[in-house]
């Protein structure tokens, strides 16, 4: 617990955790971060617009499957296919920021 002992801010926790940005441990941590978000806001549209993992795939040109691992943060998408996903299957808009 002692290294926890001077940490001020959540940015201080995570730099102790998984090291400065830029390392191996701090970009796999960030990717995984990443995709966990991404994964919320895909279940939180399709259930808002009450379409089930199947009607979205075929909607989209996906697979049940597909659909389900993404949601689970356990795929690897393609930026081409999270916009026709959410742009064609959810009727939503992408925004995207670069830091």
Excluded at 35 to 46: G, H, N, Q, V
Excluded at 50 to 59: D, M, R
């Amino acid at each position: 617990m002692k290294k926890y002992e001077n940490i001020k801010s959540f940015d201080e926790l995570i730099e102790v955790e998984y090291g400065k940005i830029g390392t191996e441990s701090r970009n796999k941590y960030e990717e995984n971060s990443q995709m966990f978000i991404i994964s919320e806001m895909l279940k939180e549209a399709r259930k808002e617009a009450k379409l089930t993992q199947e009607q979205l795939a075929e909607k989209t040109g996906t697979k049940k499957s597909y659909i389900s691992k993404l949601e689970n943060g356990k795929g690897n998408i393609q930026l081409s296919t999270l916009i026709r996903i959410f742009e064609i299957g959810l009727n939503k808009r992408i925004g995207l920021t670069f830091l």
